[in-house]
T-cell receptor
Framework: QQPVQSPQAVILREGEDAVINCSSS?????VHWYRQKHGEAPVFLMI?????EQKGHEKISASFNEKKQQSSLYLTASQLSYSGTYFC??????????FGTGTSLTVIP | KAGVTQTPRYLIKTRGQQVTLSCSPI?????VSWYQQTPGQGLQFLFE???????NKGNFPGRFSGRQFSNSRSEMNVSTLELGDSALYLC?????????????FGPGTRLTVT
């Protein structure tokens, strides 16, 4: 029931774009996105509630396709500070919450 | 506004002992969730408390328990510790239930079981 993220790892040069996908086998109520830097706690990026909405936060945005039980995180014009591990967190309609498998993102100069 | 605080930050225990971890949420937040993070299993949900009631629980044995007080502070207890319980334990608070609201994480408690 743990959502699967892809890719597992990605290396970008500054200014490049990336897409991280999160796919669940269960019907979802909400999808959360977090970024965790090494040795630190996860930091909340955004939450998407069912309804197929898309949200934006500076150069980071996300979409949620409720029917496909999928969410995607879009990072545009990446900066060095974007480096870290990205996790999606999914809450299904049974109130169960699972973090995704994680995507390691490295931005290099 | 003060963030989520967790105490202690580091803990070393012996197999068979029990441990209690504490979490103080952001003022005004009513939901506290607990997570276990290990290199092998990643981030796993333990349980969520909302207004002193356990809202839901992850797939962990009964040795893991928790509670929430009227001031929203929460404690997590692990009895009969096993080596596999060594992990970073994170708590997170949100103003509304976790499914609907933003979660803010504390720095975590690093538990080592020897």
């Amino acid at each position: 029931q743990q959502p699967v993220q892809s890719p597992q790892a990605v290396i970008l040069r500054e200014g490049e774009d990336a897409v991280i996908n999160c796919s669940s086998s269960k019907a979802l109520y909400s999808v959360h996105w977090y970024r965790q830097k090494h040795g630190e706690a996860p930091v909340f990026l955004m939450i998407l509630l069912k309804g197929g909405e898309q949200k934006g936060h500076e150069k980071i945005s996300a979409s949620f396709n409720e029917k496909k039980q999928q969410s995607s995180l879009y990072l545009t014009a990446s900066q060095l500070s974007y480096s870290g591990t990205y996790f999606c967190g999914t809450e299904n309609t049974g109130n169960q919450f699972y973090f995704g498998t994680g995507t390691s993102l490295t931005v290099i100069p | 506004k003060a963030g989520v605080t967790q105490t202690p930050r580091y803990l070393i225990k012996t197999r068979g002992q029990q441990v209690t971890l504490s979490c103080s949420p952001i003022s005004g937040h009513r939901s506290v969730s607990w997570y276990q993070q290990t290199p092998g299993q990643g981030l796993q949900f333990l349980f969520e408390y909302f207004s002193e009631t356990q809202r839901n629980k992850g797939n962990f044995p009964g040795r893991f328990s928790g509670r929430q007080f009227s001031n929203s502070r929460s404690e997590m207890n692990v009895s009969t510790l096993e080596l596999g319980d060594s992990a970073l334990y994170l708590c997170a608070s949100s103003m509304v239930d976790r499914g609907s609201g933003e979660q803010y994480f504390g720095p975590g408690t690093r538990l080592t079981v020897t």
